[in-house]
């Protein structure tokens, strides 16, 4: 009875230690199967990856690859999680720290999809380890659901908060040289087409009267609120309640659409008689003629000016300025 009892215990022991021992192997063992891509997985493979006891983590894809599912995120992703995964087995990590990637085809697992009743693709599932200095006491995996197209750096960052504290391996993305030469063959193509036309260029650049222009053209936008109306989507026109049309909003914090065109003509039309008396009329030579240039510009600034004061008194009774003739 004593020698039962022995044997009985002895054949406890080794059975403790082969279970104890069987993790370590299996993460070798997976692990010299794909280095540096994902471990490509299927129904058998992936129940033995996820199985109990496992001293590892286990970061696991589960995708429909074939254009007949029509799984575009899942072709997106792919090369974001391989990179993923190139990144961390490249890098340096603690001894004890283990981390497995692979990927689960639709195709290679079905029965896993049933039994997980996945209706969507792609989804990852991270293990976490059930024996060792890093095991949870609730090992159900993680899971990530993808709803959007999502970046590399997005899904790494959310796999290390679920891991435990310490230095990590960066992620990182390989040097695209055909990026960097269809960039260096740009900006030569761009340097030389402007070495070549810089002799009819340059002249329009340095040309002030354009700068003049344009800076004219954005003030009276900006003044007249062109920044407003994008910014509060105000109406074009509104009604007055009679069967017209209003194009004036009550008050000074609010405005419509057209309104907003009518004040930068106005403006315009004040700023053009401004440049005509300062600049072009000392510049006629005959004086009847510059008289009567003068009077001209006079009577249009005084009428637009004054027609400017009217609407500010339409948009509030309280303003107290006004000028004939309006």
């Known amino acids: 009875m004593k020698l039962f009892t022995l044997f009985t215990s002895l054949f406890y022991l080794i059975s403790i230690t082969l279970a104890t021992s069987s993790s370590p192997n299996k993460f070798e063992q997976y692990q010299s199967l794909s280095r540096l891509a994902p471990i490509q997985l299927d129904d058998s493979s992936y129940d033995d990856l996820t199985s109990k006891p496992r001293d590892y983590y286990a970061a696991v ?17 792919q090369p ?57 006491v609730d090992d159900s995996p993680m899971r ?28 990182v993305r390989p040097i695209n040289y055909m990026r960097i030469v269809s960039g260096v063959t740009i900006l030569m193509g761009v340097v030389t087409l402007f070495t070549v036309l810089s002799p ?16 004219l053209v954005a003030i009276l936008l900006f003044t007249s609120g062109h920044m407003f109306n994008h910014i509060r989507k ?53 004086k009847k ?14 009428g637009t000016y004054s027609f400017l004061l009217s609407v500010f008194r339409a948009k509030n009774g309280g303003y107290p300025f006004f000028l004939p003739p309006f």
């Open 200 to 215: 009819y260029i340059l002249p329009i650049v340095r040309n002030r009267n354009l700068w003049a222009a344009f800076s």
């Open 289 to 302: 003629s510059q008289q009567v240039a003068v009077v001209i510009w006079g009577v249009v600034l005084l």
């Open 80 to 136: 974001e999680f391989d990179l993923i995964a190139r990144s961390w087995n490249k890098g340096s990590t603690p001894d004890d720290f283990k981390l497995l990637f692979g990927t689960l085809d639709f195709n290679n697992g079905k029965a896993a999809f049933q039994r997980l009743m996945l209706q969507t693709a792609p989804v990852l599932l991270v293990f976490p380890p059930t024996i060792g200095p890093y095991a949870r």
């Open 144 to 171: 990530f659901d993808f709803s959007g197209p999502i970046s590399a750096d997005q899904v790494y960052a959310w796999i290390n908060r679920h891991l435990p504290d310490g230095p990590k391996p960066p992620l």
């Open 61 to 77: 894809i589960l995708t429909a690859m074939e254009s007949r599912f029509g799984c575009v995120l899942c072709r997106e992703f």
């Open 234 to 286: 105000v109406p074009y026109v509104a009604g007055d309640g009679r069967g017209g049309i209003s194009y004036f909003a009550g008050g000074f914090s609010n405005q419509f659409g057209m309104e907003t065109q009518i004040v930068a003509a106005m403006y315009a039309v004040l700023s053009f008689s401004a440049i005509g008396l300062a600049m072009k009329v000392p510049r006629i030579a005959d």
